[in-house]
Nanobody
Framework: QVQLVESGGGLVQAGGSLRLSCAAS?????????VGWFRQAPGKEREFVAG????????AYSDSVKGRFTISRDNAKNTVYLQMNSLKPEDTAVYYC?????????????????WGQGTQVTVSS
C-alpha cells in the first residue's frame, strides 16, 4: 500500500517562506514516477502547482508560482520537497502531493493515482 505523507505547512506572513515535504511510505518512486504538488483553496478546484520526474529530475511549474516555488527530490529519503518563497495571501490553500506513472509531467489531478492527506498553508497579509 502506497502512502504519501505531507508535512511542513503552517501560518506565515506574506513574503515569507515554507518548505513542504512529501514522504512515501514504501519505495514507490521509480523510473516513470511523476510526483506533483497540487493545492485547493476553499470553493475552488484543485490546481497543479509543480511536478517533478523522479528519474530525470525535470520539473514543471504553474505560471502562478514560477520563480517563487522550487520542487526537488531526495532519492535516498524517498521524499519530494516544495520550497515556497515570496508567499502571497493567494497561495493560501491545502497542499497535496500525488504520484502518477507517466513519461511526462501531468497537470490533471485525475491522472494521479495516489494522494497524500494534505497540509494547510495559510499566508497572512
Amino acid at each position: 500500500q502506497v502512502q504519501l505523507v505531507e508535512s511542513g505547512g503552517g501560518l506565515v506572513q506574506a513574503g515569507g517562506s515554507l518548505r513542504l515535504s512529501c514522504a512515501a511510505s514504501v519505495r514507490t518512486f521509480s523510473t516513470y514516477t511523476i510526483v506533483g504538488w497540487f493545492r485547493q483553496a476553499p470553493g475552488k478546484e484543485r490546481e497543479f502547482v509543480a511536478g517533478i520526474r523522479w528519474s530525470a529530475g525535470s520539473t514543471a511549474y504553474s505560471d502562478s508560482v514560477k520563480g517563487r516555488f522550487t520542487i526537488s527530490r531526495d532519492n535516498a529519503k524517498n521524499t519530494v520537497y516544495l520550497q515556497m518563497n515570496s508567499l502571497k495571501p493567494e497561495d493560501t490553500a491545502v497542499y497535496y502531493c500525488a504520484r502518477a506513472n507517466a513519461v511526462r509531467i501531468l497537470t490533471t489531478p485525475s491522472l494521479y493515482d495516489y494522494w497524500g492527506q494534505g497540509t494547510q498553508v495559510t499566508v497572512s497579509s
